[in-house]
């Protein structure tokens, strides 16, 4: 379960969200400027509440009454941004591999292949970033993030820089990734649509407020 208790200013704009999910995606949904990003970037550790909780599971990451707050790079949370942001002089392979270095883990050759199968990646290996389409730089980014064995994966607008016929050609690998990779996501979209296919539960964000918390029925249509 994700437990999020979190108040933070940030200059004029703040935000003051509460919400636990159990959900395998917990979508996250508001117009721009609600607070989304923020609230993402609290989860991965990248910015520190002023007051709250976030937990995973039971496992506290962040907790301002005990002053506690595990570092970004120990806290085992994937991230995956609206651009790949793949290493462009690092081969598909070598990308894939770096978030399982970066931790140390020890190689997993069987979730390599089923990932790489899942994510329809491994006839892509030896190239590089700048020799694949938007779509399949943002398959090879979930491939990494997966492959560091998180225990939460974040999804902010994944979708964001595709156009249409993209979109649709990803969506079916992140519901194979729901249904199969076995890691609850976060997953960011302004558009109802996406969300209504891949989430589970909704939190809706205005005003760095949630307004609505539910399955996807809280969706506008
Ligand atoms: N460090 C900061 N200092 C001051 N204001 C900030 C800071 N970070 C974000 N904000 C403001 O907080 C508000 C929420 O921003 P945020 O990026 O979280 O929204 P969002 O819902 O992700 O928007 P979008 O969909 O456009 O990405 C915005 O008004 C933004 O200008």
Do not use: C
């Amino acid at each position: 379960m994700l437990r999020v208790e979190v108040s933070k200013q940030l200059g004029q704009f703040s935000v003051d969200v509460a919400f636990a999910s159990e959900g395998r995606v917990t979508g996250l949904f508001g117009p721009s400027g609600s607070g989304k990003t923020s609230l993402v970037s609290m989860i991965a550790g990248l910015m520190t509440p002023d007051r709250g909780v976030i937990s995973v599971d039971g496992e506290a990451l962040d907790d301002t009454t005990r002053r506690f707050h595990v570092a970004v790079h120990r806290r085992r949370i994937g991230y995956v941004f609206q651009d790949a942001r793949l290493f462009p002089h690092l081969d598909v392979r070598r990308n894939l591999d770096y978030g399982r270095r970066m931790n140390r883990l020890t190689r997993d050759a069987a979730q390599e292949k089923r990932l790489s199968e899942m994510l329809n990646i491994g006839h892509l290996l030896d190239r590089r970033p700048g020799q694949l389409s938007g779509g399949e730089r943002q398959r090879v980014a979930l491939g990494r993030a997966l492959l560091a064995q998180p225990r939460l994966l974040l999804l902010d607008e994944p979708l964001g820089s595709l156009d249409e016929d993209r979109k649709a050609e990803i969506l079916p690998y992140l519901m194979l990734l729901r249904d199969g990779a076995g890691v609850p996501m976060v997953y960011v979209s302004h558009d109802p649509d996406e969300l209504r296919q891949l989430a589970s539960h909704v939190v809706m964000l205005k005003r760095g407020r949630v307004a609505a918390f539910g399955g996807p029925e809280v969706l506008p249509a």
